[in-house]
C-alpha cells in the first residue's frame, strides 16, 4: 500500500480544520462613499499632507521565515536571498529597486509599471515564474509600507465590509479591489482594517492573484508599531500570516531604516549597479 507524504497529510489537516471565510467576490464597480472617506480618513491620521511632499523612499527590512513558507512557496519566499534589504522607491510612477541578501548572495530586482528585471549575484534570469514571483513581492512590499496612501492609485474601488477586532482594537473594514492588482494580476482584493478610534491602519488581508501557484490563496500583515518620520507614521513591525488554504504564521519583519527625498531618479537604478546616491544605506530608525 502506497504511504501518503507526511506534508500532504499535513496539508490536508490543515485544509479540513482551518478553512477561513475568505474576501468577497462580489462585482463592485462604484466606490461606496462610508469606504471611500474612511480611508481618506486613515490617509489624515497617517500624515496624508507630508506624504504628499515625498518623491523618493528609501527603506531598509532585516526579518525571519517561519519554516513552513520556503517549503510551501520556494519561489515566491527565495529564501536563500531574501533575509535582509535595501530598497529603494521613486513614488511617481512607481520604480522599485530592491537589494536583497541572503546565504546565497545578492538578488537584485527593479520593477517599473508594466515591466520587471531580476539578477542573482549580478547575473540577470528572465524565468517567468521568477519574475511574477518577484513583481508580486516588490509591489506587495510598497502596500505595506505606504498603508492606505498606497490606495491612491486610480482604479481603486472601495467598499464597506464590516467589523473586527485587531489586537482588542476595533477596526472597521473596508474592501479595496485593485485594477490593475499586484505583480502581474489583473485584480486583487484588499482588506483594511482601519481601527475606529485612532483610523490607523492595523492590518491588511489581501488575495494573491500574480502568481500561479498562489492564486485563491490570501494573507495578512498586521502592523504593530509605528514611528513618525518626516510627518508620516510609518509601520515598522509586519506580521504576515497565511490565512487561506489553510492559517499558518509566514514572515516577521522589521523597518530598521527610513529616510526620504534623496532626489532619486531612474538614473540612479539600474538593475545591477546603484549610483553613490542611492547605495548609501538607508538612515537607521531610532527608538
Known amino acids: 500500500m502506497k504511504q501518503t507524504p507526511l506534508m500532504l497529510i499535513f496539508l490536508m489537516g490543515l485544509l479540513s480544520s482551518c478553512a477561513s471565510k475568505q474576501i468577497c467576490t462580489r462585482s463592485i464597480t462604484t466606490s461606496e462613499p462610508e469606504a471611500q472617506a474612511l480611508v481618506t480618513a486613515s490617509q489624515k491620521a497617517h500624515g ?43 513614488l511617481s510612477p512607481r520604480i522599485i529597486a530592491q537589494s536583497h541578501t541572503g546565504p546565497g548572495g545578492v538578488k537584485k530586482v527593479l520593477r517599473s509599471p508594466g515591466q520587471i528585471a531580476i539578477a542573482y549575484n549580478g547575473t540577470a534570469t528572465d524565468d517567468d515564474e521568477t519574475e511574477q514571483a518577484a513583481a508580486l513581492v516588490a509591489d506587495a ?38 485594477r490593475p492588482g499586484l505583480g502581474m494580476a489583473e485584480e486583487d482584493r484588499v482588506i483594511l482594517h482601519i481601527d475606529r478610534s485612532s483610523k490607523l491602519l492595523r492590518r491588511v488581508r489581501l488575495t494573491l492573484n500574480g502568481l500561479d501557484s498562489t ?13 513618525k518620520i518626516d510627518g508620516v507614521l510609518w509601520p515598522t513591525d509586519f506580521d504576515e500570516r497565511i490565512r487561506s488554504p489553510f492559517k499558518l504564521h509566514a514572515h516577521h519583519w522589521n523597518l530598521l531604516g527610513l529616510e526620504s527625498n534623496r532626489g532619486l531618479s531612474t538614473r540612479d537604478l539600474k538593475l545591477v549597479q546603484w549610483t553613490r546616491k542611492a547605495a548609501k544605506p538607508s538612515a537607521a530608525i531610532t527608538h
Not at 54 to 80: C, N, T
Not at 149 to 174: H, I, K, P, R
Request: charged share 25%; proline share 3%.
Open 48 to 90: 496624508s499632507f507630508a506624504f504628499d511632499r515625498i518623491k523618493d523612499l528609501s527603506v531598509r527590512y532585516e526579518g525571519k521565515w517561519a519554516s513552513i513558507g520556503p517549503r510551501f512557496q520556494p519561489v515566491l519566499v527565495d529564501s536563500k536571498f531574501r533575509g535582509a534589504s535595501e530598497e529603494r522607491i521613486i
Open 215 to 227: 492564486r485563491g490563496a490570501e494573507v495578512d500583515v498586521t502592523f504593530r508599531d509605528f514611528k
Open 141 to 178: 512590499y510598497a502596500l505595506f509600507l505606504h498603508g492606505p496612501f498606497y490606495f491612491q492609485q486610480s482604479g481603486t474601488v472601495f467598499a464597506m465590509n464590516g467589523e473586527s477586532l485587531v489586537d482588542q482594537a476595533l477596526c472597521d473594514e473596508v474592501l479595496a479591489i485593485l
